[in-house]
T-cell receptor, first 113, second 115 residues
Framework: DSGVTQTPKHLITATGQRVTLRCSPR?????VYWYQQSLDQGLQFLIQ???????AKGNILERFSAQQFPDLHSELNLSSLELGDSALYFC????????????FGPGTRLTVT | AQTVTQSQPEMSVQEAETVTLSCTYD???????LFWYKQPPSRQMILVIR??????QNATENRFSVNFQKAAKSFSLKISDSQLGDAAMYFC????????????FGKGTRLSVIA
């Protein structure tokens, strides 16, 4: 158990819908990262937050957004869902961006039908 | 941009034997970190081992060790005395030493362990 929690574990929804994925980092970690793992694209970085502020952006679609709250948990919002958004979404955390180990949560499996 | 290549989509090893998973990367930076992550059927991403580019000594964690060849930009993972629980996807990952950079992953190698 990495100490990073993600809810829900599984999510099944229809195209065009909107979902929110939630992540709680390890105790004491200020930095949160979101990754998407799909069969065709592999593991790709989406976005990073540090202490409530966005720090880096990767291949995140405009239909996707995220935020980190004062209690340091983070949410990833996915809207206007398409079949291709079906993937495993991971959250990872680290103490701060200068620490190079990132600890991953168990992931949320999103299926868009 | 940095890229990570794992040329072996699948590997297999007999229980108790040794196996080496290959990884190469491309970067223009001189200071960075390299990682191997394990993803078992549970899908959890587990950090196996870390190597700092400025250290010449190869990292070792119990039965896991790496062969880091900086000039060749190669970072292979050796698993000794393979166990059934080692069966998983293994991902090689790169991260720049500068703080605001994410992990860049290879496509992964699926390792099967044969009893």
């Amino acid at each position: 158990d990495s100490g990073v929690t993600q809810t829900p574990k599984h999510l099944i929804t229809a195209t065009g819908q909107r979902v929110t994925l939630r992540c709680s980092p390890r105790s004491g970690d200020l930095s949160v990262y979101w990754y998407q793992q799909s069969l065709d694209q592999g593991l790709q970085f989406l976005i990073q937050y540090y202490n409530g502020e966005e720090r880096a952006k990767g291949n995140i679609l405009e239909r996707f957004s995220a935020q980190q709250f004062p209690d340091l948990h983070s949410e990833l919002n996915l809207s206007s869902l398409e079949l291709g958004d079906s993937a495993l979404y991971f959250c990872a955390s680290s103490v701060d961006p200068s620490v190079h180990e990132q600890y991953f949560g168990p992931g949320t499996r999103l299926t868009v039908t | 941009a940095q890229t990570v290549t794992q040329s072996q989509p699948e590997m297999s090893v007999q229980e108790a034997e040794t196996v080496t998973l290959s990884c190469t990367y491309d970067t223009s930076e001189s200071d960075y970190y390299l990682f191997w992550y394990k993803q078992p059927p549970s899908r959890q991403m587990i950090l196996v081992i870390r190597q700092e580019a400025y250290k010449q000594q190869n990292a070792t964690e119990n039965r896991f060790s790496v062969n880091f060849q900086k000039a060749a930009k190669s970072f292979s993972l050796k698993i000794s005395d393979s166990q059934l629980g080692d069966a998983a996807m293994y991902f090689c990952a790169y991260r720049s030493r500068s703080g605001n950079t994410p992990l860049v992953f290879g496509k992964g190698t699926r390792l099967s362990v044969i009893a």
